[in-house]
């Protein structure tokens, strides 16, 4: 019987262990309803955006009458960029934003990968302990911390610097995590052959595991850039210096003047996201390769 149906599934050019279709027929219709999913989430995440680049594009008096108005105006200008662009504090605010946001990635990525390798890769009494009490940070919310955090600043007269941006966001206790997470996907077997060769601690992080996490590393780098490009109740509150305001700090105090400018205030949103949508757009997959932890396969 058996020696049968072999045959007469070799007659029908089916073999008797492959997979029934429907199977293959629900998988086509589940990639068939993921897409459309992904697709309806697009437009509805594109929509307000090419709502606020028509804004921009169209002149202030035609913006201030609603939406309607700004939906079926047909003469695009670039008035309110230019007019950003003439007045010149846009370009301090750049600046500030670009320097703070550089130094405070690459503390971050130091200060965030030397703990996690201790936590990862180091025996010591209590690591268990110091690892609960950095996650637990997760659960304070930051606005939480800003009157303390202002004190001591105003001590340590760090009040409108750059320093009184970047050392409070240089702690991070997401970077510690998804660093930890990276480090202990790595073989162990690497650091016992540098071990033999004589490497020490030292160089075993910063000649083995960090070249190994270039993905992690990355992905970090740029989501600390942007996370610092957009805070804005930190520099609020400790930068009153104009020549020192980061962007959303700059777009926050301009933003009361211009009034029923709704064309300038989103001509000015647009130039503070250009630089991150740029950033985004170059580094998405080393983004989705770092959180996701996939440079370690292959």
């Known amino acids: 019987m058996a020696i049968t149906e072999t045959r007469a599934a070799g007659r029908s050019g089916i073999s008797a262990d492959a997979p029934p279709r429907r199977r293959e027929g629900g998988r086509s219709a589940f990639t068939t309803v993921t897409r459309v999913v992904l697709i309806v989430c697009a437009v509805l995440w594109l929509v307000p955006s090419l709502f606020a680049i028509k804004t921009s594009l169209t002149d202030n008096g035609v913006a201030a ?5 700004i939906l079926t105006d047909f003469s695009p200008t670039m008035e309110s960029y230019l007019d ?54 997760l659960m304070i919310p930051s606005q939480v911390l800003i009157v303390p955090l202002f004190q001591e600043l105003r001590v340590m007269q760090l009040l409108n610097t750059y320093w009184a941006v970047i050392l409070p966001q240089v702690p991070s206790v997401i ?6 997470q990276f480090f202990d996907g790595i073989p162990k077997e690497l650091e016992e052959a540098a071990r033999v060769d004589g490497a020490g601690l030292w ?9 190994l996490s270039r993905p992690v590393t990355a992905a970090v780098a740029i989501l600390t850039f942007v996370w610092t490009w957009n805070n804005l109740l930190l520099p609020l509150f400790v930068l009153s210096n104009p020549n020192l305001m980061t962007i959303p700090v700059g777009l926050a105090t301009v933003q009361g003047s211009f009034g029923l400018r709704y064309a300038d205030i989103q001509a ?8 991150l949508v740029v950033l985004y757009m170059f580094f998405q997959r080393q983004i989705v390769e770092g959180v996701t932890g996939s440079g370690l396969k292959g």
Request: hydrophobic share 60%; proline share 2%; charged share 10%.
């Open 268 to 275: 000015g949103a647009i130039l503070a996201a250009l630089p």
């Open 175 to 180: 970077a510690v995590f998804i660093f930890k």
């Open 65 to 69: 009458l609603g939406a309607q108005e």
């Open 203 to 211: 160089r075993i992080y910063w000649g083995v595991i960090m070249p």
């Open 84 to 137: 950003l662009l003439r007045q010149g504090d846009i370009w301090n605010w750049y600046l500030s934003s670009f320097l703070t946001s550089v130094v405070t990635a690459a503390l971050t990525l130091l200060f965030a990968s030397m703990a996690a390798f201790a936590l990862s890769r180091l025996e010591f009494r209590g690591r268990a302990v110091i690892y609960l009490l950095i996650i637990m940070g």
